[in-house]
DNA sequence: CCGGATCCAAAGAGATACTG
DNA sequence: CAGTATCTCTTTGGATCCGG
């Protein structure tokens, strides 16, 4: 993020942050509190191994989580939200929130349909 | 969106709706009212047409946004947030909000470092 | 074993020219 | 003006290997 990059509005900066395809979902996991490494991997299994790395790599040299090692065999990792992580919070809760409110709209209209073929 | 994947949080439904690269900047400038495509373009000089016109279709398809197609010549397409789009502008503002208090965080940094080098 | 790195293939995004 | 087609380049995915 060292690239000085001209912003047309803030919210290009936010993204910047926190865009990509995985940040924000690691993000909002860590939002529950620190985890290890394999712990975030258990509740993303579809996200390979080296874009788990990649993404939390990059959250780090932005601050906005910290990576604690703990050196002992086998080795522990664990990831936190850092200050500026926490000030995260009510958009990672927000984006949460409209996720349930979202997959409850799609299942009335798919009852919504079903109950359409039933009268046709 | 009719896929029927499995999310694992409900963010992830979120983020399938409005993430990628360009999803959320270009409803963000529709938060502000509803735009043509040259004034979505023009606030966004870094998109390609291509990449703008398929993000918009997908808006489009998740019932994001609507499209409204006037049949004159020069053509005239605008978009605008739907309901549910509406139902994200909570988010939309707080992402604009954090950008930028993270810029401003980011000039103290820059100037922190500055009075260091003076000091040297 | 756990966390991470490397290499190669696949998918997504950028640049540019072109159409109605 | 809005959108498409094609080609190139960057980002992501998958398999394998390494260090402790």
């Known amino acids: 993020m060292s690239g000085e990059r001209h912003y047309n509005i803030p919210s290009e900066a936010t993204m910047d942050v926190i865009g990509g395809k995985w940040k924000i979902i690691v ?18 299994p579809d996200i390979t191994q080296k874009m788990l790395t990649q993404t939390l790599r990059e959250l780090e040299e932005d601050g906005i989580i910290t990576r604690t090692v703990f050196n002992q065999v086998p080795p522990k990792v664990v990831y936190e939200l850092s200050e500026m992580g926490v000030s995260l919070q009510p958009i990672l809760d927000q984006i949460c929130e ?9 299942s009335k209209v798919i009852r919504g349909q079903a109950k359409e073929q039933l009268l046709t």
Chains 1, 2 share one sequence.
Do not use: D, F, Q, V
Request: net charge positive; aromatic share 12%.
């Open 27 to 44: 993000l909002c996991h860590l939002s529950y509190g620190p985890k290890r490494t394999s712990e975030i991997k258990k509740k993303m």
């Open 98 to 106: 409209w996720g349930e409110m979202y997959l409850n709209e799609k």
